[in-house]
């Protein structure tokens, strides 16, 4: 690191992480066999995320056969998932008790079994935030879109059209 020379200041590692003052809970899970792709996304992303959005910074990501091929055919190994939700939460205790909690056993109920099957696989830590800015209150901007900004100082950026 001592013959890199930054692009953007912030990122040097005498700044400090720019630790985000929540946690991201990511929650990995598979279709139901029984039903059609199309079925498991619209129901994914209409009736079960009309039950979920208590929950804040609630979002979900599909992926679908189609994806996975394209990233087999640029050599990538894609997860063995058909989609991830995501949560923020204030702590890992936090979400435990607002999962056990009667509200969330009414409203939630065994919605999952409608178009998900399997163990889910989770994932959960810090948000490290380089780019952007901070979700909710309390936490710190990244490194913030200028018009100038579009290449980062460097070809990667504009070859990648960021």
């Known amino acids: 690191m001592d013959n890199h020379v930054f692009a953007f200041p912030l990122l040097r590692p005498e700044t400090g992480s ?75 205790d936090d979400w435990v008790a607002f999962q056990r909690s009667p509200a969330f056993v009414t409203a939630m109920g065994d919605d999952a079994t409608n178009f998900m099957e399997g163990e889910m696989s989770v994932m959960l830590g810090y948000d490290c935030l380089i780019y952007g800015k901070t979700v909710g209150g309390g936490g710190t901007d990244g490194i913030l879109p200028e018009p100038t900004r579009a290449s980062g100082g460097s070809e990667v950026g504009a070859k990648a059209k960021l």
Request: hydrophobic share 40%; charged share 25%; glycine share 8%.
């Open 18 to 92: 720019n630790k985000q003052p929540y946690l991201r809970l990511l929650i990995f899970i598979n279709k139901k066999k029984a039903i059609s792709q199309e079925a498991f996304h619209v129901w994914w992303r209409s009736v079960h995320a009309d039950l979920a959005v208590a929950v804040e910074g609630f979002g979900g990501m599909h992926t679908t056969p189609d994806h996975k091929e394209r990233l087999v055919k640029c050599g990538m190994q894609p997860l063995p998932f058909d989609g991830m939700g995501e949560m923020h939460v204030r702590s890992l």
